[in-house]
């Protein structure tokens, strides 16, 4: 691990044995070390996939055979499971100083990691609905008929079951997102970990921790458009970083 680096871990550690009310931010690379496709970048699912069919209300409506074909390929297994920078997180919450984990993944693997406080922008894969006679499905179950084939509806026969996730078009639900800047404007330590920051109105509230007050980090592999506005960057994977910020943060602290 290089020294900057080091040097970047010991900035955020300390941040965090300053802070009293902690918030972090999280994007589709930390899942990425679970091996969850991310969707932008290079390999990303965007590149073998139209969004705007496999991933808008309005494909989805119009063919959602596009859609299980896609989340085929891509859906969180039931099996993926959290990894080390998930535990550190949720370890930082346990020890009082993380308030709220504001993600933007659906895979809920910050929850199987013991987080308690999750705010959703996009909605998660736990339940899907049919649009048509409105019965609710667990994912798991789902699951379990996409590896055979497209999942219909038992009751009305529909093949417009939709899992509870916002697609392109939809709104991100008012209540989550209200409550995810409250947090953000809350926050005199705002931390993110593999998000590109591209993706509005979620990519605005590093911007209202920062016109707060609040500092602000980031892990992430690569750069950012905003990264000028964080005063610790740190380049590199989550799941080997945030660990040692947590050992970190421990030993200031004891």
Known sequence: MSMVVEEGIKKISRMLSESEHAVVFTGSGISAESGIPTFRGPGGLWEKYNPEEVASIYGFKRNPKEFWKFAKELIIKSSASPNPAHYAIAELEKEGVVKAVITQN??????????????ELHGSMKYVDCLECRNVYE??????????EQPVCERCGSELLKPRVVFFGEPLPYGILSEAMEES????????????LVV???AKLPDMAKESG?????VNLEPTEKDFLFDVAIYGKAAEIL??????YRRLKS
């Not at 659906?106 to 705010?119: N, Y």
């Not at 994912?139 to 055979?148: A, C, G, N, R």
């Open 106 to 119: 659906i895979d809920m693997l910050h929850q199987r990691a013991g987080s308690m406080r999750v705010l």
């Open 200 to 202: 509005y109105p979620a």
């Open 185 to 196: 404007r809350k926050a005199d330590l705002f931390i993110v970990v593999g998000s590109s």
């Open 214 to 218: 609040a500092k602000l980090a980031i």
């Open 243 to 248: 660990p040692k910020v947590l050992e970190e």
């Open 139 to 148: 994912w798991e179950y789902i699951e379990k008929i996409l590896q055979i």
